[in-house]
């Protein structure tokens, strides 16, 4: 496979739209809250701030996958002062379980070492097995569990 990693230009827009869509048509049925029409992600503000790295991956000229990295102010009781926050991370469906999350993960740990940073954090809804366990072999571990509860008013 000749698989690249580049960042992401406002010309990726159309398509990182599309895959935000993605994400969110997949994370769907794991979380009630979301609205039925809505957006994540400020992409134009990804690809332009100094503090992210917002990378696609690209097979030939068609842009398969992509995930970013930003950087964090941690809590200050924390021993790291900073941690890269990883999101978006999402893959064509015809091209998953070809290891191409793996080389954006790849990607982005190079980036977030370059700017001196050891500590990568990032969210993935308990109810998703197969994201778990790819965040597993990509050497992740189970942290903290966020927990919710619906209140009628």
């Keep these: 496979m ?3 990693t580049r960042p992401a230009s406002l010309k990726d827009l159309k398509t990182l739209l599309e895959f935000e869509q993605g994400v969110i048509s997949f994370e769907r049925p794991f979380d009630p809250t979301l609205k039925e029409k809505t957006s994540y992600y400020d992409i134009p503000g990804l690809i332009n701030s ?4 917002l990378l696609v991956a690209v097979l030939g000229t068609e842009i398969i996958a992509s995930g970013y990295a930003r950087i964090e102010v941690a809590k200050p009781y924390l021993k790291h002062q900073q941690y890269a926050y990883l999101g978006f991370m999402f893959v064509a469906l015809n091209h998953r379980g070809k290891g191409v999350n793996g080389i954006v993960l790849e ?3 190079t980036w977030v070492l370059s700017k001196n940073i ?3 954090r990032l969210d993935v809804y308990n109810d998703n ?3 778990i366990r ?3 072999k990509a050497g992740f571990k ?3 569990i966020n927990m919710r509860k619906g209140l009628s008013t």
Excluded: G, R
Excluded at 50 to 53: C, F, G
């Design 134 to 136: 790819a965040y597993e």
């Design 118 to 120: 050891s500590e990568v």
């Design 50 to 53: 100094s503090e992210v790295l």
């Design 129 to 131: 097995p197969s994201a």
């Design 107 to 109: 990607a982005l740990k």
């Design 2 to 4: 000749n698989l690249t």
């Design 142 to 144: 189970k942290h903290l």
